[in-house]
């Protein structure tokens, strides 16, 4: 069996390491220690998908070595040292890990507005490097009934209202690509208003750097502010002007700045550093333990599930700007293709039609949904040739007619995605999936079969008559094989039929599929890899 190659460019947590080089089906390269030029040279050719970070560049000359990859999964936020227009033209996917150090940039953030309030770098010089004890020097402020404005109110962002709200501040937050019941449900104020935001007594910034945001805090907002008003920045560098940022602390019109990262870094030139009314740290955001563990952990499962061209979980050149959705429709998105996947993979065949059904709110997104389908769809027999870029051409090229329904009802479910493929050979395969609070993904039908299945591993579906000892017999063979149970779930139809999906944890061989399909209650038998 012919192995997917991942490259590691750079140094991640072992735990990432751990998790490729435990997979059969991947060939783990680690270069983190190799000379650029060697990595160049010689590594990048050979690799199906890469893992970089801020000291690996994909540029140019990563690219024209990248003769057969067709992911690069940037093992963190910033995919500043990527060219994702030249990996789009190529047809390589980028990916990041957005949410891995969510909780450690919220911290910082609550850091940083508690060390302003309170002075307590300051204080804490004072005693501790010139040995002066002046306890009147050092009168704060409280937190506990202080409006904070919050701008960017995605993962980082709204979990600093949680907590803000812990303290008993007044929340208020602005953020036009969400659901105001997102901040709402929370008992926090949302907002269409800016000037709303520039009326608090602290503001914290938390959205992606692009043209609409750079610099979108200048000296003109800073005028409209309150006097003393606290500014942190835990985000990106240059979400403020860092010039209207100097002349507004050196005024006094800002009384306390809190900046973990600066527009160019390293900032130790900073004119900001010169300044006593601000907290500064180097960019330690994601630096916790726990969060370059995560960001590890997901780096290496997205790049094996890119590999295998099962998902490609927060793709940066995809046909939709993600920024720009709201939080619950990447779920539908990636569940769609795996759907996909998984039919394609039942079906076995060539295919002639997809149909894309989408119920409820997220029948919106029908035409980034059709998309996602398509890709896993025809992955099963296109691999690294199909994306998300060309996956509508491909189809017409190859004579597959996509068609798309959609209905604000969702008959059961708040939102219900339905995928039909009908194959070459005449075969239908229809699959339908939703996502539950907290993401959940979930099959709820096979071809009619009402089940509750998680998308992911290995599985077995035997589709049989309905009938006395069926199950042990099934529980049997595989057990024969030497092959554990993860999960068993079961359909049951009118006509006295049943359709079993059995996970497993080992791999799923021929020998086992015929086994299965010698039983005499057997009516079909396929096996799936997600």
Same mark, same amino acid.
């Given at each position: 069996?012919?192995?997917?190659?991942?490259?590691?460019?750079?140094?991640?947590?072992?735990?990432?390491?751990?998790?490729?080089?435990?997979?059969?089906?991947?060939?783990?390269?680690?270069?983190?220690?190799?000379?650029?030029?060697?990595?160049?040279?010689?590594?990048?050719?050979?690799?199906?998908?890469?893992?970089?970070?801020?000291?690996?560049?994909?540029?140019?000359?990563?690219?024209?070595?990248?003769?057969?990859?067709?992911?690069?999964?940037?093992?963190?936020?910033?995919?500043?040292?990527?060219?994702?227009?030249?990996?789009?033209?190529?047809?390589?996917?980028?990916?990041?890990?957005?949410?891995?150090?969510?909780?450690?940039?919220?911290?910082?953030?609550?850091?940083?507005?508690?060390?302003?309030?309170?002075?307590?770098?300051?204080?804490?010089?004072?005693?501790?490097?010139?040995?002066?004890?002046?306890?009147?020097?050092?009168?704060?402020?409280?937190?506990?009934?202080?409006?904070?404005?919050?701008?960017?109110?995605?993962?980082?962002?709204?979990?600093?209202?949680?907590?803000?709200?812990?303290?008993?501040?007044?929340?208020?937050?602005?953020?036009?690509?969400?659901?105001?019941?997102?901040?709402?449900?929370?008992?926090?104020?949302?907002?269409?208003?800016?000037?709303?935001?520039?009326?608090?007594?602290?503001?914290?910034?938390?959205?992606?750097?692009? !043209?609409?945001?750079?610099?979108?805090?200048?000296?003109?907002?800073?005028?409209?502010?309150?006097?003393?008003?606290?500014?942190?920045?835990? $985000?990106?560098?240059?979400?403020?002007?860092?010039?209207?940022?100097?002349?507004?602390?050196?005024?006094?019109?800002?009384?306390?700045?809190?900046?973990?990262?600066?527009?160019?870094?390293?900032?130790?030139?900073?004119?900001?550093?010169?300044?006593?009314?601000?907290?500064?740290?180097?960019?330690?955001?994601?630096?916790?333990?726990?969060?370059? &563990?995560?960001?590890?952990?997901? $780096?290496?499962?997205?790049?094996?599930?890119?590999?295998?061209?099962?998902?490609?979980?927060?793709?940066?050149?995809?046909?939709?700007?993600?920024?720009?959705?709201?939080?619950?429709?990447?779920?539908?998105?990636?569940?769609?293709?795996?759907?996909?996947?998984?039919? $394609?993979?039942?079906?076995?065949?060539?295919?002639?039609?997809?149909?894309?059904?989408?119920?409820?709110?997220?029948?919106?997104?029908?035409?980034?949904?059709?998309?996602? $389908?398509?890709?896993?769809?025809?992955?099963?027999?296109?691999?690294?040739?199909?994306?998300?870029?060309?996956?509508?051409?491909?189809?017409?090229?190859?004579?597959?007619?996509?068609?798309?329904?959609?209905?604000?009802?969702?008959?059961?479910?708040?939102?219900?995605?339905?995928?039909?493929?009908?194959?070459?050979?005449?075969?239908?395969?229809?699959?339908?999936?939703?996502?539950?609070?907290?993401?959940?993904?979930?099959?709820?039908?096979?071809?009619?079969?009402?089940?509750?299945?998680?998308?992911?591993?290995?599985?077995?579906?035997?589709?049989?008559?309905?009938?006395?000892?069926?199950?042990?017999?099934?529980?049997?063979?595989?057990?024969?094989?030497?092959?554990?149970?993860?999960?068993?779930?079961?359909? &049951?139809?009118?006509?006295?039929?049943?359709?079993?999906?059995? &996970?497993?944890?080992?791999?799923?061989?021929?020998?086992?599929?015929? !086994?299965?399909?010698?039983?005499?209650?057997?009516?079909?038998?396929?096996?799936?890899?997600?």
């Amino acid at each position: 069996m012919s192995k997917y190659t991942i490259l590691v460019c750079d140094h991640i947590h072992e735990s990432g390491l751990n998790i490729l080089a435990s997979d059969p089906e991947i060939e783990l390269i680690n270069a983190a220690d190799e000379p650029k030029d060697t990595l160049l040279e010689k590594f990048v050719p050979l690799a199906d998908v890469a893992i970089t970070r801020s000291s690996t560049d994909v540029d140019e000359k990563f690219l024209k070595q990248a003769k057969k990859m067709r992911a690069i999964v940037r093992a963190g936020v910033g995919v500043d040292n990527v060219d994702i227009p030249n990996c789009s033209k190529l047809g390589i996917i980028v990916m990041n890990v957005p949410t891995a150090n969510t909780i450690a940039a919220v911290e910082m953030t609550m850091t940083h507005m508690l060390s302003c309030v309170r002075q307590f770098p300051y204080a804490h010089n004072n005693l501790k490097l010139d040995r002066v004890w002046r306890r009147q020097d050092w009168y704060g402020t409280e937190l506990k009934d202080k409006k904070l404005g919050i701008i960017g109110f995605g993962n980082i962002g709204s979990r600093v209202g949680k907590r803000a709200k812990a303290f008993e501040m007044e929340v208020i937050a602005y953020d036009p690509y969400i659901d105001s019941t997102k901040a709402t449900d929370l008992d926090i104020t949302y907002t269409t208003n800016f000037s709303d935001i520039l009326n608090c007594d602290i503001i914290t910034i938390h959205t992606p750097k692009t !043209e609409e945001t750079i610099g979108m805090i200048g000296s003109k907002e800073i005028a409209q502010m309150k006097d003393g008003v606290i500014l942190i920045n835990c $985000a990106r560098g240059g979400l403020y002007d860092e010039k209207a940022l100097y002349e507004g602390l050196k005024s006094g019109k800002i009384a306390m700045a809190g900046i973990d990262v600066f527009d160019k870094e390293p900032a130790i030139n900073n004119p900001l550093l010169d300044l006593n009314n601000i907290t500064v740290t180097p960019h330690l955001g994601a630096n916790t333990k726990e969060s370059q &563990r995560n960001i590890a952990v997901q $780096a290496a499962e997205n790049a094996i599930a890119s590999a295998k061209g099962v998902s490609y979980p927060n793709a940066m050149n995809l046909p939709i700007r993600e920024n720009e959705l709201p939080e619950f429709v990447m779920p539908f998105l990636e569940l769609t293709q795996k759907i996909g996947f998984m039919s $394609a993979q039942v079906a076995k065949s060539g295919a002639k039609s997809i149909k894309v059904v989408a119920e409820g709110s997220i029948a919106e997104y029908i035409d980034s949904l059709s998309t996602f $389908a398509t890709v896993g769809v025809m992955s099963e027999s296109l691999a690294d040739s199909i994306n998300y870029v060309n996956a509508e051409y491909v189809a017409k090229e190859r004579g597959v007619e996509i068609s798309k329904n959609s209905s604000s009802d969702a008959k059961g479910f708040k939102n219900l995605i339905t995928i039909k493929l009908t194959t070459q050979n005449g075969q239908v395969i229809r699959i339908s999936a939703t996502v539950f609070e907290d993401n959940l993904q979930r099959v709820v039908d096979i071809d009619g079969y009402t089940l509750d299945l998680e998308p992911k591993g290995r599985m077995i579906l035997f589709k049989n008559s309905d009938e006395p000892g069926v199950i042990g017999d099934v529980g049997k063979i595989i057990a024969q094989h030497g092959i554990n149970i993860a999960d068993f779930r079961l359909g &049951r139809d009118s006509k006295g039929q049943a359709l079993a999906v059995v &996970r497993v944890d080992g791999d799923i061989s021929k020998e086992l599929i015929d !086994e299965l399909r010698e039983l005499p209650a057997c009516i079909s038998v396929k096996s799936v890899l997600l």
